[in-house]
């Protein structure tokens, strides 16, 4: 849902696509998830810090969960665009069909993987900050749109009223509502 948000906002032409990108974009981890099931039934030991890490994926799978993923689209005839999102949301730069929208479901995940956590607000231990877009160049050039403070705010306030529908189990959960 944030990244059909993201995308009205930048005003990309497929916000559905946008949305759907968002919901698929990390497929690749379930094969790895029943990966680790297995071995943690066979009493092995997984890096606890495998997911949504690429090179300890790699290293510990042989291949990534954005290769994966990008392999099941394939199978399953996934547009191209939806290919290109699941194989290089981590590399936005890397976008070959759609880089708006790889940077669009990039960046969402770049936020949601920066954002200050709920319990952090909840204390007042932590303010918002900007993702550091310079440390981890994640955004795809020319749509560095975390950068700015007032897409920051949306998304967190989005974030929010997301999160809160989701625990409370409250209809709305569409753009429409708004």
């Known amino acids: 849902m944030l990244?059909?948000?993201?995308?009205?906002?930048?005003?990309?032409?497929?916000?559905?696509?946008?949305y759907i990108a968002g919901l698929l974009h990390d497929i690749g981890r379930l094969p790895q998830y029943m990966l680790v099931l297995e071995e943690q039934a066979q009493d092995r030991i997984v890096p606890p810090?495998?997911?949504?890490?690429?090179?300890?994926?790699h290293d510990y799978f042989g291949m990534d969960h954005c290769a994966v993923g990008?392999?099941?689209?394939?199978?399953?005839?996934?547009?191209?665009?939806?290919?290109?999102?699941?194989q290089n949301h981590h590399e936005s730069k890397?976008?070959?069909h759609d880089p708006a929208l790889v940077g669009v479901v990039g960046s969402i995940e770049r936020f949601l993987l920066t954002r200050p956590s709920e319990q952090s607000?909840?204390?007042?231990?932590?303010?918002?900050?900007?993702?550091d877009l310079q440390a981890e160049d994640h955004a795809?050039?020319?749509?560095?749109?975390?950068?700015?403070?007032?897409?920051?705010?949306?998304?967190?306030?989005?974030?929010?009223?997301?999160?809160?529908?989701?625990?409370?189990?409250l209809p709305g959960l569409t753009q429409a509502d708004n």
């Open 140 to 169: 795809y050039e020319g749509f560095r749109i975390l950068s700015s403070p007032n897409i920051l705010k949306m998304l967190m306030a989005e974030y929010e009223r997301l999160l809160l529908m989701v625990q409370t189990g």
């Open 94 to 96: 890397e976008a070959k």
């Open 70 to 86: 990008s392999q099941m689209a394939r199978s399953w005839n996934f547009m191209p665009s939806f290919v290109d999102v699941l």
């Open 49 to 57: 810090e495998w997911p949504d890490n690429p090179s300890i994926e």
């Open 3 to 18: 990244s059909e948000c993201l995308a009205a906002h930048q005003e990309y032409f497929e916000k559905e696509q946008a």
């Open 121 to 131: 607000f909840a204390d007042g231990t932590s303010e918002q900050k900007t993702p």
